[in-house]
Structures are given as structure tokens and as C-alpha cells.
């Protein structure tokens, strides 16, 4: 792995539930919070709908500007699942059923009695030359092609996919996270958190306010791929809001 390069990601969110807010994204967080443990750095988040063309477009505007490129939902068994045409299309390739991925569709309903049926079965079209992502908690496999990899989109699903792609990923120095909170307004310490970043160099600092019990507060997130940047970053903002007369809570409020 190398510590120097960084190695980015996007992801590409396709469903009209998502957009009409019927159904509440969790894998955009799952993914990222993943992709930080491989060492790269997810940069960009696309939501579109079940349209072919909106995925195709989306999907061409995103491929060639990272090292990889998730794209979750609309891999399912129904009409409106059209991720694997759309995906086919922006590579300028045909859609096939993967004989592997077949195996498995069979495997799994055959072991529940269950027919597979030719809806089914279209869970196991794949954009020509792809590989399979194994998938222990539906049967179903995730899809890989290149730097692209296309999830399903019910998180459980995803993040079993993700576990069987932990390790497969080149990437760089795993990025290292320490929370602290306060009960202090965000414009009383937003210097020492400036002072922060600059003193400390390859470390950022996310400030995130709430307002809860009539009292506002922030939790602080110190990022770095250095632990011991990381580390002196978090004892000087413990020093300083502390002596801004403001007590820390390890971990966040």
C-alpha cells in the first residue's frame, strides 16, 4: 500500500425511493466509513432515478475522475431494476448471464425450494466481463468491473458485499478518526479549531453544532493517516477548550 498517493472514490445512489424521500440512505454513510478503513477517500456522492439514460450520464461523469466508483440499488429481480443495462450502456457493452452468478441463484432457491424463476434470474445479468461480488445474505452476488463495483441497495446486503471486498482494494494509509464535544458555540472556538489545523499539518478537523436541552454544543472529529498528528491535534483543542473554560467529553456528546 502506499502512504503517499490518495486513492478516491464516488459513489452513485440510483432510486426514485431515495429521492422521494420514502426511503433514507444508509449506504453512502456504510460505504464511506469502509472506504476510510482501505484507505481511500470517498470524494463524491450521486443520487439519480430509475432512469437509464440520468444513470448513464451520471456514471460517465464520475468513472474517469476516480480510482473507483460504487454504484448501489437497482439490481434486483423487477422491471424497474435497470442498473446492469444502464452500467452496460455507459461502458459500450452487452448485458449476459454470468454462469457463475447463475450457479449461485440456482443453488440458493433450489436449497429453499423456491423456483428460479426468469425474474429471478435477471439478478444474474452482468455487463460483459464482469466478475461477481459474493453476497452471503441473499444469494444474489454483487457485481465487479474494473474500478466498478455495483452494490445492491439494501444496506444489510451491501455491507455484506463490502465485507467480501475488504482487503481487495488498493489503497493508502487508512485515515484515523478521534471524536471529542463541548458545550460551546461554534463561533467561540472556531479560532482554536484554525489554529488547530495549522499547527498540525495533514490534520482536518470537522465541527459539527447541535442544539439539544436549550444548550448548543459541537462535537469535533480530528482526521488524520497520521494517529500521532491525530493524537497532539485532539490534546491541544482539550487544552484550549478547556481553558476556554468549556469541559470535554471523550468521544463526543
Request: net charge negative.
Amino acid at each position: 500500500m502506499s502512504d503517499e498517493r490518495i486513492w478516491t472514490a464516488a459513489v452513485l445512489v440510483i432510486g426514485d425511493e431515495i429521492l422521494s424521500g420514502r426511503t433514507q440512505d444508509k449506504n453512502v454513510s456504510q460505504i464511506a466509513t469502509w472506504l476510510d478503513v482501505q484507505g481511500i477517500r470517498l470524494r463524491e456522492v450521486r443520487i439519480v432515478p430509475d432512469v437509464e439514460q440520468e444513470i448513464v450520464d451520471a456514471l460517465n461523469a464520475i468513472r474517469a475522475r476516480y480510482d473507483y466508483v460504487f454504484t448501489t440499488g437497482g439490481i434486483g429481480p423487477t422491471h424497474d431494476d435497470i442498473t446492469v443495462d444502464a452500467v452496460a450502456k455507459a461502458l459500450g457493452v452487452g448485458v449476459v448471464i454470468h454462469p457463475g452468478a447463475r450457479a449461485i441463484l440456482e443453488r440458493y432457491y433450489s436449497g429453499r425450494g423456491i423456483e428460479l424463476t426468469e425474474a429471478r434470474l435477471r439478478m444474474a445479468r452482468v455487463p460483459d466481463g464482469a466478475d461477481l461480488i459474493p453476497n452471503r445474505m441473499s444469494g444474489a452476488p454483487g457485481i465487479r468491473l474494473g474500478n466498478l463495483f455495483i452494490m445492491a441497495g439494501v444496506p444489510h446486503i451491501t455491507a455484506g458485499m463490502l465485507d467480501a471486498l475488504t482487503g481487495e482494494l488498493e489503497g493508502g494509509a487508512p485515515l484515523i478518526a478521534h471524536t471529542i464535544g463541548s458545550w460551546s458555540p461554534e463561533s467561540e472556538v472556531a479560532d482554536l479549531l484554525r489554529q488547530g489545523e495549522k499547527d498540525h499539518p495533514g490534520v482536518a478537523i470537522g465541527s459539527y453544532p447541535f442544539f439539544r436541552d436549550g444548550k448548543v454544543g459541537a462535537n469535533f472529529v480530528v482526521r488524520s493517516v497520521d494517529g500521532d498528528a491525530v493524537a497532539a491535534c485532539v490534546a491541544m483543542l482539550t487544552a484550549g477548550l478547556e481553558a476556554l473554560g468549556y469541559a470535554v467529553t471523550e468521544g463526543g456528546i
